[in-house]
């Protein structure tokens, strides 16, 4: 009768023997599809501010749609390096304290990133 | 946990290049350099929101020869990690696992984020001023 000694509940939950299911992986997708977009918005960004002075650039970035897409760029970009730099982590530091270690800095990093960014982003849109 | 003296998988050092094995440590190499240069993006976007001379120092560094050099890399490591990182989706989607078709596209992610570089400096130089 039963084929599967593992406990039902497990099995609905669905996170397997890593405890946490495939979130990581759907989730570096995600910000994968949403990079593609933004890093080629972010290269024409750029290479039209080419050669301007800090005016035109400040106001560039202040105009709404370039705020709104800086904004999600930063936060995508951030969290799609702390899902690589993980797996990095993950497959190449074996000393246990290490590993814990810099998981916690790069996290603690990218949060600090995220927030320095988004503030200045709000900062030169918001005119302050 | 136990230190055991179990073997380990053979590393790179065993291993015969090829274009696939390439693509994949590259693909992680310029992840990682591109985690370290969003910082500087991060730099440049705090300096716009601190000021005119905050602005003109990460202007100063980003134009100077190291700078250059700095983002000329950095280009390329986005443009792998962007055209590589597509065809890791289209993979995803259990597409283009045939050898002869993944060994061409390896070599289109390389080839690809090349011409890619060379266009985008192209424009700095020619079109865009600097």
Redesign the interface.
């Known amino acids: 009768m039963i084929r599967d000694l593992r406990n039902p509940l497990q099995r609905a939950r669905g996170l397997g023997s890593a405890k946490d299911g495939v979130g990581h992986w759907w989730t570096q997708r995600l910000t994968a599809i949403a990079l593609v977009v933004l890093v080629l918005w972010f290269v024409v960004l750029v290479l039209g501010l080419l050669g301007h002075d800090y005016q035109a650039v400040r106001a560039s970035i202040a105009r709404p749609w370039n705020a709104l897409l800086m904004i999600a760029f930063i936060i995508a970009a951030f969290w799609h390096s702390v899902l690589g730099l993980q797996v990095v982590i993950e497959d190449y530091v074996h000393t246990r304290w290490l590993e814990v270690t810099s998981m916690i800095v790069i996290k603690l990093l990218a949060v600090a990133g995220v927030l320095a960014g988004v503030l200045a982003v709000l900062r030169i849109a918001l005119g302050s | 946990?136990a230190q055991t003296t179990r073997p380990l998988s053979p590393h790179l050092q065993i291993y015969k290049w090829q274009s696939q094995m390439v693509t994949s440590i590259l693909h992680?190499a310029t992840?990682?350099a591109?985690?370290v240069g969003?910082?500087v993006?991060?730099w440049g976007?705090?300096a716009?929101?601190m000021g005119?001379d905050a602005?003109?120092s990460f202007h100063a560094v980003a134009a100077s020869p190291l700078g250059l050099v700095l983002l000329f890399a950095w280009t390329w490591a986005?443009w792998f990690h962007?055209i590589n990182?597509?065809r890791?989706?289209y993979q995803?989607a259990g597409a283009g696992y045939a050898i002869s078709t993944f060994i061409k596209a390896s070599w289109f992610s390389i080839i690809g984020s090349m011409l890619l570089t060379l266009a985008?400096w192209a424009?700095?130089f020619m079109g865009?001023?600097?």
């Open positions: 946990m992680r992840g990682i591109l985690a969003s910082l993006i991060l976007l705090v716009l929101s005119p602005w003109a986005l962007f990182g597509i890791h989706l995803d985008t424009y700095v865009g001023a600097a």
